[in-house]
């Protein structure tokens, strides 16, 4: 596996709003395995599930992956992937100067896109911490509280994140961008972001990367073209199960 980054996936058991989202099945295989097989697939770095959870623990390694346990207490995602980043160095034999989060509802999430932010956060002059984003056509997606908008700025920088459909559009039609779940961290930038106590508008929004935009950090975003489908909501996951049997279908169709 290439480079120095660690790519951890947070999967924590008790979901206020679909609890047990990671092991509910899609296809024949969990939630979490579609994010581990794309996190590995990426070959970035070595690839561990952070869980608080035995019962995650075993379905990761039933199907060959590398799991972690991490306190029920931590967070967020984040906290959690930092929880995990000191035991997974002991396991490894190797310190990690950076840390991708690669959140364990996005199913769908594409190799190439966990390569995108990986490069934003390594190289000789890193960003300190960088996501994913992808536009948004779609107006009623775009009013989605479940959908994360992201308001950035010409050089890609993200300037904002809301549930909220941001930019308003006064003057003229607004471009939409929908967030990707995955955060990637130099290991300085972790150690800060976890140290910063949860913010207001973190709070407000419940969106944990409002903590690092409120103490300033400046989060750098990758834009990707693949549509993203989290699972926040079982309707989220009967949306995904109709995706995947329409693609299913496709490939039937071309075959013959």
């Known amino acids: 596996m290439k480079g120095d980054s660690l790519i951890v996936i947070p999967a924590r058991i008790g979901s206020t709003r679909f609890p047990k989202k990671v092991l ?44 972690v346990m991490t306190p029920a207490g931590c967070r967020s995602g984040t906290d959690r992937a930092h ?19 690669v959140q364990g509802d996005e199913p769908f999430i594409r190799p190439q896109t966990i390569r995108k932010v990986t490069a934003l956060v390594t190289g000789k002059s890193p960003a300190e911490m960088a996501t994913a ?5 779609d107006r009623r997606a775009a009013n989605d509280p479940n959908r994360v908008k992201t308001a950035v700025s010409l050089k890609g920088r993200c300037l904002y994140f809301s549930r909220a459909a941001i930019p308003y559009g006064r003057n ?34 419940s969106l944990e990367q409002l903590r690092a935009l409120e103490h300033g950090m400046i989060v750098m975003g990758a834009r990707v073209a ?10 989220d996951l009967a949306r995904a199960k109709r995706w995947l049997k329409a693609r299913s279908a496709k490939k039937t169709k071309r075959r013959h």
């Open 133 to 137: 984003y992808f536009p948004l056509r």
């Open 24 to 67: 509910q099945p899609l296809g024949s295989i969990p939630v979490i395995e579609w994010c581990r097989r794309a996190a590995v697939k990426a070959d970035c770095g070595p690839v561990v599930v952070a869980t608080d959870s035995q019962e995650v623990r075993e379905i990761v390694i039933r199907f060959g992956g590398r799991a």
């Open 172 to 205: 003229a039609s607004p471009r939409f961008f929908q967030h990707v779940g995955i955060y990637g961290f130099t290991r300085n930038a972790l150690a800060r972001f976890v140290r910063y106590r949860p913010t207001p508008l973190e709070k407000t929004e």
């Open 226 to 235: 693949e549509t993203s489908l989290s699972i926040d909501t079982p309707q």
């Open 83 to 101: 929880a995990a980043l000191g035991p997974c160095e002991k396991i490894f034999g190797r310190r990690f100067a950076s840390v991708i989060n």
